[in-house]
């Protein structure tokens, strides 16, 4: 069965970084749209970045451009986001996600997240 694992979460002071990871398993993800959502506590998940199967286009919400970059191997199945110059409001349980399209229905896989805690 397909799954995706996400790990790197802590706890951090402001202005730390963080490296995230997200490796699949099961099937190849390599030719999977990644991305990473985050969603804290009392508000719905939202976007934080997304990249392309080649690595070659990357999309990132307008709050974390800039700080955050995401990167993939697809030799280890294996999606990153390195978070830098984090701050309190980053404060999330972040998810990895893997989507695909067929005609007009999107097929996904999300991971089970991983806590991020950013002190003031």
């Known amino acids: 069965q397909a799954q995706l694992v996400e790990s790197g979460g802590g706890l951090v002071q402001a202005g730390d970084s963080l490296r995230l990871s997200c490796v699949g398993s099961?099937?190849?993800?390599?030719?999977?749209?990644m991305g990473w959502f985050r969603q804290a506590p009392g508000r719905e998940r939202e976007f934080v970045a997304a990249?392309?199967?080649?690595?070659?286009?990357?999309r990132y919400a307008d709050s974390v451009k800039g700080r955050f970059t995401i990167s993939r191997d697809n030799t280890k199945n294996t999606v990153y986001l390195q978070m830098n110059s984090l701050k309190p409001e980053d404060t999330a349980v972040y998810y990895c996600?893997?989507?695909?399209?067929?005609?007009?229905?999107?097929?996904?896989?999300w991971g089970q997240g991983t806590q991020v805690t950013v002190s003031s």
């Open positions: 996600n893997a989507a695909w399209a067929v005609d007009t229905t999107l097929y996904e896989y």
């Open positions: 990249i392309s199967r080649s690595s070659a286009t990357t």
């Open positions: 099961g099937r190849s993800f390599s030719h999977l749209l």
